[in-house]
């Protein structure tokens, strides 16, 4: 990891200069880019905290990283997510990092699963460990382009457990990349849930 950080350093997300690993812009950017950690309670009554209004500019950045080919925006989202889980729940003792799974056949299309990448790299930043639990069986429509009441039905019964770990009396922190109604975050979080997990808490870049 150390290695690979050298070849490809973190980059301010705003100028592209080198920054730290644990920072999502640099010093002289910081001031156009405000974290605000907002807590929001997802259908399942699981707590999810996430950074940016989806509404503004952190839409774009979004946008590029999942559909522009903009992959080297995951440090710069770690980065993110330790942040923001540090100052709501720093007290928290985490077992795992996961993350929501994406379909293979879309993992495949754009080359990289966004979100893992943002999880897997959060982990490490807070020296906890990442572990793929859930798998996404079915592919089923983005959620972004539908209702709510389409968004729940649209994410029901499409993940499963990957009985990759036993995770009973786990602390789980469960990301995503963006949080809309929760409907997503509640299906993965409840399937953690039954598959023994003592308590899931949920983190997203954008809302
Ligand atoms: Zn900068």
Known sequence: MILWNMLFPNRCLICGNVIEIDKPVCDNCSNSFS???????????????????????????????????????????????????????????????????????????????????IAVNSADLKHCKYKPLLIQTKNNKSQHSLSAAERKLNAKNIYAFSNKCNITGKTILLIDDVVTTGATLSECADILLENGAKAVYCAAINR
Not at 54 to 78: E, G, P, Q, T, V
Request: charged share 30%; glycine share 4%; aromatic share 18%.
């Open 35 to 117: 974290i605000e950690p907002y807590i929001q309670t997802i259908p399942n009554g699981c707590l999810c905290v996430s950074a940016f209004d989806h509404s503004r500019k952190y839409r774009k950045y979004m946008l590029d990283y999942k559909f522009d080919n903009k992959k080297y925006y995951y440090k710069n989202y770690a980065a993110v997510i330790n942040i923001i889980v540090n100052e709501v729940w720093g007290d928290i003792k985490f077992d795992y990092y996961t993350s929501v799974p994406t379909h293979k056949d879309k993992i495949k299309k754009r080359g990289y699963h966004q979100t893992r990448l």
